[in-house]
């Protein structure tokens, strides 16, 4: 933690983009959209009604490509990003859309067990899977990949998860205690240490990318380019990228283009 940082600026990202409203209508917009050409498949991972994938398949047996949503832990859901599925699906390319309870109804680290429960359900399909997300759910995908999955579940394969793709991810989640956003989480020091994949043990298969917006704040930077070394040195493949143009919310809309290097980038870690 640095004492000359101000983490309410730094991770308060509605404030930063105050046209966010806009953003957001226009994704549920494009979702219901995208729904209305490509009725999803549902698929229930819990007993919840928020335990729910959106499943779009495509036309390979390759890797799934999952989207775990953002929100900080406490907003939105899988069906306002279904137009994400867009860019790969153009390729043939199966994607899964899950969404997940919220804080403070629950723990984040029982989100994180929400998409272990998500990954385990999809890997009855027979298929690896790469993980994607944004912002919380950047955190998530980071989680997914630093997952023993045996240990999960002994009937789960070690390479469950091939690869991660954190857009504008948070990896330390120390920063947040004390700012608003921990209002809904409520997380002391050591439950924000024990959330934090930047410190659990770095995976021993896989690959991370981490990319963030360009005219993102000092911290969102700091926290990609952090879990890039550190996991880097510990021997992962590890990848650090900036989202031309972008904001925190616009980051994601490459995932949209099946011609955007981000989906290009997706596609060759699914093998295609």
Known sequence: MNASVDYEVEYNNRARVPEHPSLFAGW????????ARYAP???????GARNMIDFFPGDH???IVVFI???????????SFSHLAGGLNAHGISVAIPSYDLCPSVTVDDIIQQMRAASRELARLGRSLVISGHSAGGHLAACMLGTDWPAFDSTLPEDL???AY????????GPLVETSINNALRLDHAAARAASPLFWNAPLRGS?????GENESAEYFRQSRTIVDLWGAAGVTTRFGVVSGANHFTAIAPLAD???PMVLRLKELAGR
């Open 208 to 212: 991370l990318d981490a990319v963030v």
């Open 61 to 63: 047996e390759g890797p």
């Open 41 to 47: 498949r549902s698929i229930s991972y819990g007993p």
């Open 161 to 163: 998860v091939v690869a």
């Open 69 to 79: 949503h953002g929100g900080y832990w406490q907003s939105l859901n899988g069906s």
């Open 258 to 260: 099946p011609h955007s």
């Open 166 to 173: 954190a857009i504008s991810g948070l990896f330390d989640l």
């Open 28 to 35: 549920a917009k494009d979702a219901a959209a995208y729904r």
